[in-house]
């Protein structure tokens, strides 16, 4: 039998609503068997993303993030506010329980984190995994990740930090916010790199698809071809952007009063 062909996806920079009904979308794809195993790339316009089930009164800095003009959304996923935006490469696998090999995710993890690095280390960064979900360059945090499965499809996300303000994702979480003081804003700059610190000069995006491409293909013995978003997967996407891109799913305070 020879090696199983994947699909690769390069879906730009898109609003928070849309990136997030694509997630839905193609894990369902992936569950109803009707996509095979597939890596997307994507990029944020600015946003704070809360977890599935925070208040973003509570999670974010509102009047910051509305001054700035990010964009503020719910995840489908549990866990803490984060911040995007265009400086953050965001790539993701949507698998098979059968692709991977084991239903425990600190084993998913470190396969996907290993590829992940030798990714980088192509690109001319000196990475490394550190357990359990965390890339490191020189002991400072490049890539962040974490997995869900949803019956026998998994989702498997990753970041990497391309060229990312910190001191705007920490002014955005309101948790942060009384601490965000120059000293702070220079530690949390220390404990994280961005790959244009490693590697001059900054790859081409299409070099780095590539790289991430070539290291998955090489963990998971998986032919990746290019491909486009098609049916039936769009067809989801829209149901999922109609559900998503919606205040009542934000659950901002206007939307709660209303």
């Given amino acids: 039998m020879g090696a199983p062909v994947?699909?690769?996806?390069?879906?730009?920079?898109?609003?928070?609503?849309?990136?997030?009904?694509?997630?839905?979308?193609?894990?369902?794809?992936?569950?109803?068997?009707?996509?095979?195993?597939?890596?997307?790339?994507h990029r944020y316009a600015p946003a704070a993303l809360v977890g599935h089930h925070?208040?973003?009164?509570?999670?974010?800095?509102?009047?910051?993030?509305?001054?700035?003009g990010i964009v503020v959304q719910r995840r489908l996923t549990g866990g803490g506010a984060i911040y995007m935006d265009e400086g953050v490469l965001g790539w993701e696998l949507y698998l098979g329980r059968a692709d991977?090999?084991?239903?425990?995710?600190?084993?998913?993890?470190?396969?996907?984190?290993?590829?992940?690095?030798?990714?980088?280390?192509?690109?001319?960064?000196?990475?490394?995994?550190?357990?359990?979900?965390?890339?490191?360059?020189?002991?400072?945090k490049i890539s962040g990740t974490g997995g869900a499965l949803d019956g026998d499809a998994l989702l498997y996300q990753g970041t990497l930090l391309i060229d990312f303000d910190v001191e705007v994702m920490l002014r955005a979480l309101a948790a942060t916010a009384p601490r965000v003081t120059p000293a702070f804003v220079a530690?949390?700059?220390?404990?994280?790199?961005?790959?244009?610190?490693?590697?001059?000069?900054l790859p081409a995006p299409e070099r780095i698809h590539a790289a991430f491409v070539a290291a998955f293909a090489q963990e998971f013995g998986a032919r990746i071809e290019p491909a486009v978003l098609g049916e039936p997967a769009l067809?989801?996407?829209?149901t999922a952007?109609?559900?998503i891109d919606d205040p009542a799913w934000v659950g901002l305070p206007a939307a709660r009063a209303a």
């Fill in 100 to 140: 991977v090999g084991t239903p425990e995710m600190p084993a998913i993890s470190a396969r996907m984190c290993t590829a992940a690095a030798a990714a980088i280390r192509a690109l001319g960064a000196r990475a490394e995994y550190r357990a359990p979900t965390d890339i490191v360059v020189g002991g400072r």
């Fill in 6 to 41: 994947w699909q690769w996806l390069d879906t730009g920079v898109r609003r928070a609503a849309e990136n997030l009904a694509l997630n839905r979308a193609l894990l369902e794809a992936r569950r109803a068997g009707e996509i095979p195993g597939t890596v997307r790339f």
């Fill in 235 to 238: 067809a989801r996407y829209r």
């Fill in 54 to 68: 925070e208040d973003p009164a509570q999670a974010l800095d509102l009047a910051y993030c509305a001054r700035q």
């Fill in 241 to 243: 952007l109609a559900e």
């Fill in 187 to 201: 530690a949390a700059r220390d404990s994280v790199v961005n790959l244009r610190e490693c590697v001059a000069p």
